[in-house]
């Protein structure tokens, strides 16, 4: 009996222990599985909170595309903060960084939140692009130079500086930049060919070599590129029209107003126009058979054209909406020329006060300005030869979108002080014998002589007669990623 009470006393005890680990099992699978639960839940939450996030940061980007570029810019130049719509429990801020050649460069963070409080937090880093073309940025890097720099007189380049692919002589303590380098010694510039001077205590040489060297500039093709421009803006004279025999006198504005409208074809003389303040309104004038045309009284030319060996203003005259075709010389003595006017000629003058706007002046030869001229607008100067300018030169009435520009086979001198808004293009040599400010930029295939005061400050301008580039268009992601989450 007492066995008997003892087996059943042990199976009790055994029944409830297995129970009580039963259980104690169940107990813990359930907490385990509560716990999974719950941070299954805080997974999802914190999920949920990193959609939102990443999902501001896609609306913060198709706000920025939807935006013209300069709106995008002033608008956002300080930071911007919004709720993000259609229901996205998130809340985005925009702000505009820098510019740069490619676009403009926003800072776009989102916060996310999901349920629990959850939190997350994301940024990104985008680039605007408007698309378009620009002037290649290139041409406004300061001086720039296949050849050699040659620094003789006090000389600050401001957001640019110096480069010459075959060295650098900087004659004066006076000068800074924010960079300065060359492209040799190299493989393909020898010790032999390279040159580094720079007075003064600068850490611009080592020895007698550029202290930063880097790859070789091209500054492009200035031939080919003339070659298209007078193919653009050259017009041969039309063939048909009402005939006049010359040498021809006109004396009274009645001879002038007979021709407007009209196409003249002139022959066997030359055209002399002897009318104080004659208006030519409307005319094709064509001087057939190497004949000249002179302006001898101050005149208003508007919408003519005129086809002639030479051309030659000898009164202070106003031009407007006008091309010259000329065969030698186009020369004025005081001249108001705008609104997209072209000169195409052998070689161009000027002398007296005049001003330029807007206009478009190609020299088969030379270019010489010998007085005070004023130029401004989207204009162009090109030359197959030498560009000149003596005296005191105004090209500062320029704005900081549109720019002079001024393109020469053979080389360019500045004589005397003239401010400048623009960019310089040279296939010889670029000199500076006196005071001078330039805004824009300056590239060379030879030497870069400053041997004045100069002031040069590197700025991008926009004149589509020099070589442009294709600019991105839309909205890029620079970087983008999660700041924290909780």
């Known amino acids: 009996m007492n066995k008997a009470r003892k087996k059943r006393g042990f199976i009790l005890m055994a029944t409830l222990s297995v ?8 107990f813990a699978v359930s907490s385990i599985a509560s716990a999974n639960l ?28 939807a935006l013209e570029p ?8 300080v930071p911007v903060g919004k709720t993000c719509p259609g229901g996205t429990d998130c809340t985005i801020t925009i702000q505009y960084v820098q510019s740069t050649d490619n676009g403009d460069v926003y800072r776009i963070s989102s916060v996310g939140r999901g349920p629990k409080d959850a939190r997350y937090d994301s940024v990104a880093l985008v680039l605007k692009g408007g698309g378009g073309t620009e002037t290649n940025p290139w041409f406004s890097k300061g001086l720039v130079s296949e050849a050699t720099v040659y620094v003789n007189g006090w000389t600050t380049i401001e957001d640019g500086g110096l480069h010459g692919n075959t060295g650098y002589q900087i004659h004066t303590g006076q000068f800074n930049a924010d ?5 040799c010694p190299s493989d393909e510039i ?11 205590n600068n850490p611009y040489c080592d020895g007698h070599y550029p202290a930063e060297v880097v790859d070789p500039v091209d500054v492009g093709d200035i031939s080919a590129h003339l070659d298209s421009l007078w193919e653009e803006y050259d017009q041969p004279p039309p063939t048909v029209g009402t005939v006049v025999n010359g040498p021809l006198t006109i004396s009274s504005q009645s001879q002038l107003d007979a021709w407007s409208g009209r196409t003249i074809l002139v022959r066997g ?5 002897n009318v104080p303040g004659a208006e030519l309104d409307n005319v094709n004038l064509v001087l057939e058979d190497g004949y000249s045309v002179t302006f001898e009284q101050p005149t208003s030319v508007t919408d003519s054209n005129i086809w002639a060996e030479n051309l030659t203003f000898l009164g202070h005259s106003d031009v407007s909406g006008s091309g010259f075709y000329i065969n030698d010389d186009l020369a004025f003595r005081g001249t108001n020329t705008s609104s997209d006017s072209v000169f195409v000629a052998g070689a161009i003058d000027f002398h007296g006060t005049s001003t330029v706007d807007s206009t478009k002046l190609f020299s088969e030869g030379d270019f ?32 900081n979108e549109d720019g002079l520009a001024v393109i020469a086979e053979g080389d360019l001198t500045f004589s005397g002080r003239s401010d400048t808004v623009g960019i310089f293009w040279i296939g010889g040599d670029f000199r500076i014998n006196g005071t001078k400010k330039i805004i824009g930029g300056v590239l060379s295939q030879s030497d870069i002589d400053l041997n004045g005061r100069s002031y040069i400050k590197a ?19 620079l970087s983008r990623g999660a700041v924290s989450e909780d």
């Open 459 to 477: 700025l991008r301008l926009q004149n589509d007669d020099l070589p442009q580039v294709d600019l991105l268009e839309g909205v890029y992601v």
């Open 368 to 399: 010489d300005d010998h007085g005070a001229v004023t130029y401004s607008g989207e204009t162009t100067l090109a030359a197959r030869g030498d560009i000149e300018f003596h005296g005191a030169t105004d090209l500062s009435a320029l704005t």
């Open 179 to 183: 960079y300065v380098n060359a492209s």
């Open 269 to 273: 003389g030359d055209v002399t126009i």
């Open 19 to 26: 129970s009580v680990l039963i259980l104690l099992l169940g």
């Open 70 to 77: 300069e709106t995008a810019r002033t608008y956002y130049a």
């Open 38 to 65: 719950r941070s299954s839940g805080n997974r999802l939450s914190r999920l949920e909170a990193k959609y939102a996030a990443e999902s501001g940061i896609d609306i913060g980007m198709a706000e920025l595309e």
């Open 190 to 200: 020898p010790a032999s060919q390279c040159t580094c001077f720079a007075a003064g």
